[in-house]
């Protein structure tokens, strides 16, 4: 737990992922999932199946060398992580996206999201994708000076749920 009933935050640390954390970060990526996506993406988003997979994405990411993914942690234990893709081919567009960006919920509030978002990106020129209706990340976002710049993907598995484009320079 990282943020007790009396208030007390334990502080957190960041560094660079390793190969070794796949099996952590596919855990934490799976319950912030669950945590963040619950009542918006069916249930098997958050399953078993679901986590095996993420592990095989993290195993192959973390030995990526256009990605860079940080994670905090307390106590030597994960509680979020931040992705970013290099060096993309897209020229109406910063170099920089902000691919992922999670922390578990029960370490909201205590920096370790902006943290992340820092160390993986500095002050970088960047994009990231957003749920429309995610209203705590969006305002993160604007915090860190991303502005939706009017492109919009909808979800294939339910066209309700859409994906703005916000980017900063």
Not at 82 to 88: E, I, L, S, V, Y
Not at 94 to 102: G, N, R
Request: charged share 25%; hydrophobic share 40%.
């Amino acid at each position: 737990m990282c943020v007790r009933k009396d208030g007390f935050v334990p502080s957190f640390t960041t560094r660079a992922a390793r190969l070794d954390d796949a099996k952590e970060l596919a855990g934490v990526h799976t319950q912030s999932w669950k945590e963040t996506y619950t009542g918006l993406f069916p249930e098997q988003a958050w399953s078993d199946e679901a986590r095996q997979r993420r592990e095989a994405m993290w195993n192959e990411l973390l030995t990526d060398a256009n990605t860079t993914t940080v994670v905090a942690e307390v106590r030597s234990h994960i509680i979020g992580f931040a992705q970013a893709h290099h060096n993309r081919d897209e020229p109406d567009l910063p170099s920089e996206e902000l691919a992922m960006i999670y922390v578990l919920a029960n370490a909201h509030g205590t920096g370790a999201g902006q943290a992340l978002i820092d160390a993986v990106l500095g002050g970088a020129a960047a994009s990231v994708w957003v749920l429309e209706q995610n209203p705590r990340a969006r305002a993160f976002y604007a915090r860190n000076r991303f502005m939706y710049d009017g492109t919009v993907r909808e979800m294939d598995f339910n066209p309700n749920i859409r994906e703005l484009r916000l980017a900063r320079s």
